[in-house]
């Protein structure tokens, strides 16, 4: 998390964030379902402060980045976690060939690359694994595709992708937006005739947006951020389908969010992770974790 960005929710600000919400239009609500818990801060090397969250659909891992470990003393070097669906630690690597703040990631399953943003250069990477086949190595390709700053972007901190839309998706955190950026006729992102679109959280009462993915089957964006205590489901260009509690999961900062199959073989369970307290201001917290969520679709 960008240094200059971090904000210390009072209890004014808090009740403001209630009432916005509560004038918002009535929408359909829902509460998660916790399936699974998983203590990143437990692991042989623990990852203290995850904050980004991908899943690869052709491996059915998750990669988890840790953006506030480079602040503490457990910092190794390594900052990208390859785990199962259940949470078992499978690999440890690195993504400072490109950046030390890897504040969230999204796989690119057609092209086998894995799209990570960085909040502090305000820039997204793209990482391809190169001769070992593994990511998170000194022989990784890494390319720049993004600088947010030039359309608008100067808090990155969630990374999304849909295949579907030609599309990376980025939520700003203190600008309260979600932008989407769309490959134009080249068939690349990053290039001067990209589409590039966005609309306010702010607007349907939900600030701090730190992490967003789309969902192929309902064709929605789905956001998390610290503030409030829910997952915001949207439609594309914004409007609010509903607000999915996440009251009982005791979920303290939600920072990354992702669709995959459920470690029990069912298909389309959430994923989150929780920072907890930020490492950044606090480095011997060692209070991350791992969330398997079920939720009901929207009617």
Known sequence: MKKSA???????????????????????????????????????????????????????????SDSEIDETNRWRGRNLFTTS???RLLRVGSLR???????????????????VVDDNRDR?????SGRDHVLGTNDDHVDTVLRTRQFGSSDPEGLGISVRFNMLIVADATGDRVFKVRRGPDKRVGTADD???????????????????????????????????????????????????????TIRSASGIVFGQGSNGRPHHLYIVDAGIDDGLHPNQNDGRLFELRIRRAR
């Open 6 to 64: 971090f904000r210390v929710v009072p209890c004014v600000a808090a009740v403001i964030a209630l009432l916005v919400s509560a004038s918002a239009s009535p929408v359909s609500a829902a509460k998660a379902r916790v399936v699974r818990v998983t203590m990143t801060n437990s692991w042989r090397v623990p990852a203290p402060d995850p904050r980004g969250l991908a899943y690869n659909q052709h491996s059915h891992r998750l990669y988890i």
């Open 85 to 87: 669906r259940r949470g």
């Open 97 to 115: 060939k490109a950046t030390v703040e890897p504040e969230d990631s999204a796989w690119d399953n057609q092209h086998r690359a894995l799209y």
């Open 124 to 128: 997204v990477f793209r990482f391809r």
């Open 195 to 249: 589409v590039v679109s966005s609309f306010s959280t702010r607007r349907i009462g939900f600030e701090f947006p730190t992490d967003v993915t789309w969902d192929k089957k309902s064709g929605h964006l789905f956001t998390v951020g610290p503030v409030e205590n829910v997952i915001l489901e949207t439609t594309m260009k914004g409007r609010l389908v509903r607000k999915i509690g996440l009251t009982g999961t």
